[in-house]
């Protein structure tokens, strides 16, 4: 798909607020993390989605054209989860240097419980 035309869809798609249904779903396959761990525990799988393809070239658009904040990582190269919290803590150090008072909320979904049944 052309660059204009990605650029055309997601433009229509903002403007109207309307998202096509068949991208808000996806496939979720759940994979073990290493074959020693134990297959009857949760804990031990990972979850991997079947992102629909116009996600990813979205994702490489805006990328490409420098669409996206400094600061986000996801589906990015070279934007792991070490620079991010470096970027984190960073801001966190910056900001008490300044005197000023600076509030983190994490969520932890490790634990979250995924539904498996189809």
């Known amino acids: 798909m052309h660059n204009k035309t990605i650029c055309h869809l997601c433009n229509l798609s903002l403007g109207s607020g309307i998202f096509p249904a068949q991208f808000k779903q996806t496939r979720v396959l ?22 629909p393809k116009l996600i990813e070239r979205f994702s490489e658009h805006s990328s490409k054209f420098n669409l996206l904040p400094v600061q986000h990582s996801a589906y990015r190269p070279f934007h792991s989860t070490e620079r991010a919290l470096l970027s984190v803590h960073n801001d966190l150090v910056r900001s008490i240097d300044k005197g000023r008072i600076s509030l983190l909320v994490l969520l932890d979904l490790s634990a979250a419980l995924i539904d498996t049944r189809s």
């Open 30 to 51: 759940l994979l073990l993390k290493k074959q020693t761990l134990d297959p009857d525990e949760a804990s031990s799988y990972r979850p991997i989605s079947n992102l």
